[in-house]
């Protein structure tokens, strides 16, 4: 993937970012990356480096702004609103807990407006994290991802997504004592490092936009994994377009006719993965009451291999009512409510399958009396 690939129309904005920032976008992409003096946050937390980045025609520009000691960072903080007033949409990663809060915090302290309370925000690392989550994470040490249990280290989703691969980058643990020294001896040198691991940060930030929007464009044709269809999944859920969920949950379970060419990840990962897909897939198709298919679905959960009990003991249940009220099959029915029985549930829940079972032994056993047609 390259820059290229990842021009908005117009230089503006992807028409998917509305469904990625699920809030109207507006033309003119901003992308904003801070380097800061820890990752604590606070008042006490300076963004030493601020990195913005925007389309212009056919180019990628990124422009940093250095704080080179305290005493001028309300310039610094200046300079930002201005390029920020220029931008119609703001682009970040962890942006919305992290990059913002704590510079909107040093525009406070300055008594300065922030330039980015009336902007759309559009934050990736949640899309990244539905889409993308364990996509061959390795540990995280950045500040992007210190916050992000899911483990979306943005260098990794760089490496895996765009194929780059980082070569000498500096440790996120390291960049505030590289700051710090600079201000302390005025060595610029050890800076070098953390602009270019700035400047990656931002060019990789808009890559990996322009791989999720064009997902959320193409739909499942431009999916590549099963991880891919079941995150893109579940973004066209959460956006109401439950056709288009179906379709990619289809796709990530291997109920769709294209899935053969969508891997599955080895191990328990593709089992659990499965079984999220196999599930959402059911749920919609219930909804779209396309019963039958539903029913396939809880079918093969209930016999896929390291099925969390909390979705086995909900297909169970599901293909219980399937037989009885729309198979009219007691027997089976019956079969299904009785595994539901076995795995752990609320008091509520194991009361109404004891009555559940004892209606279809009614109904078992009232089948197997003779009718008076048999008797005579």
């Known amino acids: 993937m390259t820059v290229a690939d990842g021009l908005p129309p117009s230089a503006g904005a992807w028409p998917a970012l509305d469904l990625l920032a699920r809030t109207p976008c507006r033309d003119g992409l901003l992308f904003i990356d801070l380097e800061t003096t820890g990752l604590a946050g606070g008042a006490g937390t300076y963004a030493f480096l601020v990195g913005c980045a925007w389309f212009d025609g056919g180019s990628f520009r990124i ?46 302290f300055h008594r300065l407006e922030t330039p ?74 050890p800076l070098e490092g953390v602009l270019e691991h700035n400047r990656l940060d931002l060019l990789s930030l808009a890559l990996l936009t322009a791989r999720a929007a064009q997902l959320v464009e193409e739909g499942p044709p431009a999916v590549r994994t099963a991880r891919e269809a079941v995150g893109l999944g579940r973004l066209y859920q959460l956006a109401g377009r439950l056709d288009e969920a ?21 191990g328990g990962d ?42 086995l003991r909900e297909a169970a249940e599901a293909l219980a009512v399937h037989h009885e009220h729309r198979r009219r099959d007691p027997l089976s029915a019956r079969s299904f409510a009785l595994q539901s029985l076995q795995l752990p549930l609320s008091a509520s829940r194991r009361e109404a399958l004891h009555h559940r079972v004892a209606r279809l032994e009614r109904k078992l056993a009232d089948a197997s009396l003779p009718t008076s047609a048999q008797l005579f």
């Open 63 to 108: 422009r940093q702004y250095l704080m080179s000691n305290p005493m001028v960072e309300r310039a610094m903080l200046g300079a930002v609103a201005e390029l920020a007033g220029e931008a119609g949409t703001v682009v970040t990663y962890n942006g919305k807990t992290f990059d913002l809060p704590l510079i909107e915090t040093r525009y406070l």
């Open 116 to 189: 980015f309370a009336g902007l759309p925000h559009v934050d990736m690392l949640h899309p990244a994290r539905r889409l993308w989550r364990g996509h061959g994470v390795d540990g995280a040490d950045d500040s992007a991802t210190m916050f992000d249990a899911g483990g979306c280290r943005l260098s990794t989703l760089e490496r895996t997504l765009c194929g780059f691969e980082r070569e000498g980058d500096v440790p996120g643990f390291e960049i505030p004592s590289r700051y710090f020294r600079y201000v302390r001896t005025g060595d610029a040198r």
């Open 246 to 266: 179906r379709r990619c949950f289809g796709l990530g379970c291997g109920i769709s006719a294209s899935a053969p060419g969508v891997p599955l990840p080895a």
């Open 270 to 311: 593709g089992a659990q993965l499965r079984a999220e897909a196999l599930s959402s897939y059911a749920r919609l198709s219930r909804r779209a009451r396309f019963f039958d298919d539903a029913a396939a679905a809880w079918s093969c959960l209930v016999t896929l291999p390291g099925c969390p009990p909390p979705i």
